[in-house]
């Protein structure tokens, strides 16, 4: 059967900004040698099979040795505790790329799938701050980066799995522990984005 959810996206990754992998569509070195970054969604809108995803909130990690798209990378996902295990396999088939979709072109890049974690996971904004914590593995805000008129600055036709536009943000702080993954920063000067995105297989 058909599937689709739309929502709310939100990121940060230990890139300085701005990261070199949307600029050069991931075959640039990442400015630490290797990427690490935590991509949180909250689905408004969703179902897979007859299973409602609305209100489900993910988080997919994932760290890669060197350019992304030189591939091996690892990835695993982090699907809010609330949901149920229907709901959590739906997630898993949908963020894992093997559902179809937009995450299936990244499938390739992957070299190890890392598994699934369930913790409280909650995705809040204020204005153009945005803010994911899933329990004690991920908790990182992002801020837009405003143009003149106070409206974000955004890069269109990207080559990005979560969506085409996406607004530049810098990450106030972000810290991940999962998956053998750990990233802990807070100086303002690495790299978010955000974007509101629709996918569908």
Request: with cysteine.
């Amino acid at each position: 059967m058909a599937w689709q959810i739309s929502g709310q996206y939100m990121e940060t990754c230990n890139c300085t900004f701005l990261c070199p992998c949307v600029v050069t569509n991931i075959q640039g070195m990442p400015t630490e040698g290797a990427c690490k970054a935590a991509l949180a969604m909250h689905i408004e809108k969703g179902n897979k099979d007859g299973v409602a995803l609305d209100g489900i909130d993910f988080i997919a990690i994932l760290e890669s040795k060197g350019p992304m798209g030189a591939g091996n990378m690892t990835v695993g996902l982090i699907v809010d505790s609330a949901a149920s295990e229907a709901q959590a396999e739906a997630v898993t088939a949908i963020a894992s790329g093997s559902a179809g979709g937009p995450m299936a072109m990244m499938a390739p890049l992957v070299g190890k799938f890392a598994g699934v974690e369930r913790a409280k996971v909650s995705i809040t904004r204020d204005g153009e701050k945005w803010t994911a914590r899933a329990g004690d593995f991920v908790d990182q805000t992002c801020e837009g980066v405003l143009n003149m008129e106070g409206k974000p600055l955004v890069i269109d036709n990207a080559s990005h799995p979560v969506s085409p536009r996406i607004a530049l943000a810098k990450a106030v702080r972000s810290v991940f522990n999962v998956f053998g993954i750990q990233w802990k920063d807070e100086t303002g000067t690495r790299n978010g984005h955000y974007a509101p995105f629709s996918w569908s297989g």
